[in-house]
């Protein structure tokens, strides 16, 4: 239960802030409010110095990713359109074969819907973990403690010009 009370509230201003006329969510809500929970998995934070410069890490990671979710967005609506302009062609070829109703048809759109959202949230969710991951790595870069942007290895002494986890070249 102590794990819902905090989305309650979050909904709750989301919900003040739609009759306010404004954008339910703020993207650094999107990112880092939401995700707060998540920030052990992200590894990279604990190599910051300190705590303020890890939640000012976290909070420009928000920042680099915020565009991701309305690419996505694009991406999801532009399946459903080509669902919609094949559709058509698909139910003539199949409907010798099998009666297909107005029923059945959307029945069957709301499956594909479903499909398209679900993968889409997923693929999502997934391209921004990396995302948030990558941006973290390069901060670390920029504060003078080397990490390899691939994997996230720490390559502090490494003289090699590898990294010794994945392989990928470093510029260092």
Not at 22 to 51: I, N, W
Not at 87 to 106: E, K, T
Request: one cysteine or more.
């Amino acid at each position: 239960m102590k794990r819902f009370i905090p989305v309650l509230h979050m909904l709750k201003r989301a919900a003040s802030r739609l009759r306010q006329g404004k954008a339910p969510f703020t993207s650094r809500e999107l990112v880092a409010g939401f995700s707060h929970r998540e920030r052990d998995r992200f590894p990279e934070l604990t190599r910051f110095p300190d705590d303020a410069s890890a939640e000012k890490a976290w909070q420009q990671a928000a920042d680099d990713t915020k565009r991701l979710w309305l690419s996505f967005g694009l991406i999801v609506a532009a399946l459903l359109i080509f669902w919609f302009t094949v559709r058509g062609s698909l139910i003539q070829w199949v409907s010798p074969h099998v009666a297909i109703g107005w029923f059945s048809g959307l029945c069957l759109d709301v499956l594909v819907g479903s499909v398209v959202g679900v993968v889409g949230v997923v693929l999502a969710m997934r391209w921004r973990h990396r995302s948030v991951h990558k941006s973290l790595r390069r901060q670390l870069n920029e504060l003078a403690q080397p990490t390899c942007l691939a994997c996230g290895y720490n390559l502090t002494g490494n003289e090699s010009g590898k990294c010794p986890e994945c392989g990928l070249g470093t510029s260092a």
